[in-house]
Every structure is written in structure tokens, then in C-alpha cells.
């Protein structure tokens, strides 16, 4: 029977044709969209000219000193957007500066933490990644009230839990629980355990 | 004195065309100087995301296809809820500690995704698999097949990732967010319905 399902399941392959469809798709739904070309008017387009070739004619010296700037064109700023990113950093403090907010971290972490790693994903979410031995744990700190977790799975038990006047979501199977999701002020949070644990210890872990 | 018409407007042409040459001339340089460093790390990005795709494409894609098959019984659905995993995996980057986790992280996804379609009465009619079966006339997997469809999800997805993924029942407990002991008894409970269903197929049983 079991042999037969196996069978009958070989049937079912990602063919050369739905690859290339898939990975259309998604290169289409992970890239930036081309902006639309914008017509000026004639004379605003000579007026650019004009004021290039000034720049051309008039300033080759300071040309020099305006390719050695190292600074970017504003406009570009979104370049990458939708473009998952991830630049490691080497302290909290260099995280916080990063990020451009206070990054906390967690404390009373349920092992002996023998790695940190600090990670600044997608530009403005702050990552800590604390790692014991087979196991750890995951802190994410981002603006505005969007989960930054990453994980969308469904969980057999949610329950909401009041830990130092904020309300914590925890997720797990009902005695112990592997996500919390919590938003305080213009901030929203998310600690993942590879290990889930009680509600005691995620009390202690978020109220210090 | 006279000046030629068509003459002045010749000379002002050839000098808006020479202007606006010069123009888009700087354009390039400062693109190049300033533009470009922002593009090239905007395609590595788009390369390094194209490859990962590529990657669980390769490496994950027939699994999470059959998975969403096994839900849905219709190739088109589960190809977009292989390219909607995919997706979400690109997209919201989890966290993850080895290969192990990623593929549970994927499949989990994919039978959430797949039991929304199902929640949402969002699935196509057409099974492929059983016309491909019928058309090999393999009669005695067309029997399995039609009998694992008729079970409810519950069981299905269960019997699935026990069977042919080969996952213990603590694993499954774990990928779908539900108790071992849930688990255990939704095997014993597809086990016994599909029993029923195959006794009067010769050799079908075996096994179960």
C-alpha cells in the first residue's frame, strides 16, 4: 500500500516548464519595479542641457572632487526595496547606530549563551541571534506594528499574556511556547526559542 | 543683411542636438560615477535571490509539490502554493538552523497555505494525477489514490508526511503545531479508514 502511495506520488514532479514559471514569478515579485520614464518639456530639457554643459565647460576641476564624494543621490534610497538584505554587525551598540533605533535584546535567556550575532535585516530590522549549545534564540526589533518574526505558521495555542503592563502574544502547543510577539510604543517585537518553554520563563525573560 | 532662413534654423538644431549630446554624455559619467555602485548591489542582491530560489527550488521543490497535492488534487493549485512558499520564504527570511528546519519551515507553510485554499473553497476541479494514472491504466494505484482522497485532510496530511516524507509522529507533532499523541491517533484513525476502504482490493492492505 505504502509502496503504491510512494508510487503514485513519483507522478507528481516540478517539471522543467513550471520551474521556469515559478522562478518568473518570483523574480517578478521580488524585484524593484522599473520607474516610468517621464517626458519634460522641450525647453525645461534644454535648460538641463545648458546647465550641463556649464557644468562640463565650467567645471572639470570640481568634476574631480564630485566623483571622489562618496555619497549616493538621495533618490536611489530605494533601490532594493522587497530585496531581503542582511549586514552582520559586530556589537549592539553598532546595531542600535545601524538601525537607527535603541536595539535592547533579551535577558535571561533559558541556556548558556555561547555565540551573539547581530544582523540588521531589510535596513531597519534589528536582529540578535543568541545561540547555545542545540539550541537558541532569536530577538527582532522593527518601527511600526508589523510582525518581524518571519514565522507565519499556525500554532495550536496563542494566548495573550500580560508581562510588565505589555500584552505578549505567545505561540506554542498550549504548555510550552516557542514565539512572543509584542508591540510597545512605535515599536514592534518578536523572540523565537528553537526550544519552546513555559509561560514562566518568558516571563522572567521579558519582564528583566 | 540677410539672413537665410532655413539657414538660422539649421545652426540652432545642429546646437540643440550638440547640447543635448553633451547632456546625456554627463548623464552617463555621473550615473556611472554615482548610480551605478547602487545598481550593481541592487542586481547582486536580485542574483543572490534568484540563485536561492533556485536552490529550494532544486532542492525542496517536489516535496512541498507533493505535499500540496496530496492536499489540493490539482496541479495548477499546488504549483502556486509552491511558488507562494517560495515566496514567503524570500520574502520574510526565517530563522532557521539547518536544512532539516528549512524543509519543515517550507512544508509547514505549504499546508497552510494549501489548507487555506481548501478553508477558502479556493481549489480547481481537475485532478491530473488520477487522469495520468487512469491513462498508465495502473488500476491498483488509481484504488490507493482514490482512497487516500477520500480522507479528510486531517488524515491525509498526517498519512503524508509519515509515509512518504518518512517523518516520526514527534516530528509532524512538531511541524504542524499539534500534540504527538493528536498525531498518533490521526494515523491509527487513516490507517483504519483506508483498511476499510482498500479490503476488497487483493494486496492493497498489506501493510496497513
Known amino acids: ?208 | 543683411m540677410y539672413i537665410c532662413p532655413s539657414s538660422t534654423f539649421s545652426h540652432t538644431v545642429t546646437l540643440q542636438r550638440w547640447v543635448i549630446q553633451a547632456a546625456a554624455r554627463i548623464r552617463l559619467l555621473l550615473f556611472h560615477a554615482f548610480a551605478q555602485p547602487a545598481f550593481d548591489e541592487a542586481r547582486e542582491d536580485t542574483a543572490a535571490l534568484s540563485r536561492q530560489a533556485e536552490r529550494l527550488l532544486s532542492q525542496h521543490g517536489d516535496s512541498i509539490l507533493r505535499l500540496a497535492y496530496a492536499y489540493l488534487h490539482n496541479m495548477s493549485d499546488a504549483e502556486d502554493v509552491l511558488q507562494d512558499t517560495l515566496l514567503q520564504f524570500l520574502k520574510t527570511a526565517p530563522v532557521l538552523e539547518n536544512p532539516d528546519h528549512e524543509k519543515a519551515w517550507l512544508l509547514r507553510v505549504a499546508g497552510n497555505l494549501s489548507k487555506n485554499r481548501i478553508a477558502y473553497n479556493r481549489v480547481r476541479g481537475a485532478d491530473e494525477l488520477e487522469e495520468s494514472l487512469a491513462a498508465e491504466q495502473r488500476e491498483d494505484l488509481s484504488y490507493v489514490w482514490d482512497a487516500v482522497k477520500s480522507l479528510p485532510v486531517k488524515y491525509r496530511e498526517v498519512i503524508h508526511l509519515f509515509y512518504y516524507e518518512g517523518y516520526s509522529t514527534g516530528q509532524i507533532a512538531q511541524l504542524l503545531r499539534m500534540n504527538e499523541s493528536t498525531v498518533r491517533s490521526r494515523l491509527r484513525r487513516g490507517r483504519e479508514q483506508l483498511k476499510s476502504i482498500l479490503q476488497e482490493v487483493p494486496g492493497l492492505v498489506d501493510g496497513l
Open chain 1, 1 to 208: 500500500m505504502w509502496t503504491a502511495y510512494r508510487d503514485i506520488m513519483e507522478h507528481v514532479s516540478v517539471t522543467e516548464d513550471m520551474r521556469r514559471r515559478i522562478l518568473t514569478r518570483l523574480e517578478e515579485n521580488t524585484s524593484v519595479p522599473a520607474r516610468p520614464a517621464i517626458r519634460f518639456p522641450l525647453y525645461r530639457r534644454l535648460v538641463a542641457a545648458a546647465a550641463c554643459l556649464l557644468l562640463l565647460l565650467g567645471g572639470i576641476l570640481a568634476a574631480g572632487r564630485v566623483f571622489s564624494s562618496p555619497e549616493v543621490p538621495s533618490d536611489l534610497g530605494n533601490v532594493g526595496n522587497g530585496i531581503p538584505s542582511f549586514t552582520e554587525v559586530s556589537s549592539l551598540q553598532e546595531l542600535s547606530q545601524t538601525v537607527g533605533f535603541p536595539v535592547e535584546g533579551l535577558s535571561h535567556i533559558p541556556f548558556t549563551v555561547t555565540e551573539t550575532h547581530y544582523t540588521v535585516l531589510m535596513e531597519n530590522t534589528a536582529e540578535i541571534r543568541y545561540i547555545g549549545d542545540g539550541t537558541s534564540a532569536v530577538y527582532r526589533k522593527t518601527p511600526g506594528q508589523t510582525d518581524p518574526s518571519g514565522d507565519y505558521g499556525s500554532y495550536a495555542a496563542v494566548l495573550q499574556w500580560d508581562i510588565s503592563g505589555l500584552t505578549v502574544t505567545l505561540k506554542g502547543d498550549g504548555t510550552l511556547f516557542s514565539l512572543a510577539l509584542w508591540q510597545d510604543g512605535d515599536y514592534s517585537y518578536s523572540a523565537q526559542l528553537s526550544t519552546p518553554v513555559s509561560t514562566a520563563v518568558w516571563e522572567n525573560m521579558l519582564s528583566a
